[in-house]
């Protein structure tokens, strides 16, 4: 999994992977993590996907992509955490079609969970 990102102070793109956003928020911000634990870091997970669900009924693209990158990195932290490496967990789980029906294209109904 690939994000496309500027590095900071530089005109130069580079290519961000979950690794390395795993890697960079544990750099930035591990000291804090550790010492939070997992629960509150939960529960600031939770408060952010709460202001995602805000933002999601709102038309305000830059507050919606605001939202979307905080839950993101509030995910990453509880990976780090708990000790998983959250670019192999996902692509072992979705990188090999639907987790239920094994298909490339999920062929399960729509109101079964994937």
């Known amino acids: 999994m690939t994000m496309t990102t500027k590095k900071t102070g ?11 956003l795993q890697q960079s928020i544990q750099e930035m911000f591990g000291h804090k993590d550790s010492q939070r ?7 600031w997970f939770m408060e952010e996907v709460g202001e995602l669900a805000g ?14 990158a ?23 789980k979705y990188c090999q079609g ?5 298909a490339e294209v999920c ?3 729509i109101s079964a969970k994937p």
């Open 10 to 20: 530089s005109d130069n793109a580079s290519q961000l992977t979950v690794n390395k």
């Open 37 to 43: 634990g997992v629960d509150g870091t939960f529960m």
């Open 55 to 68: 933002a999601l009924r709102s038309d305000n693209r830059e507050e919606l992509a605001g939202e979307f």
């Open 70 to 92: 905080d839950v993101l990195a509030w995910l990453v932290t509880l990976a780090n955490l708990t000790g998983i490496d959250l670019e192999q967990a996902v692509a072992r």
């Open 98 to 102: 639907c987790p239920r029906c094994m």
């Open 107 to 109: 062929k399960c109904q």
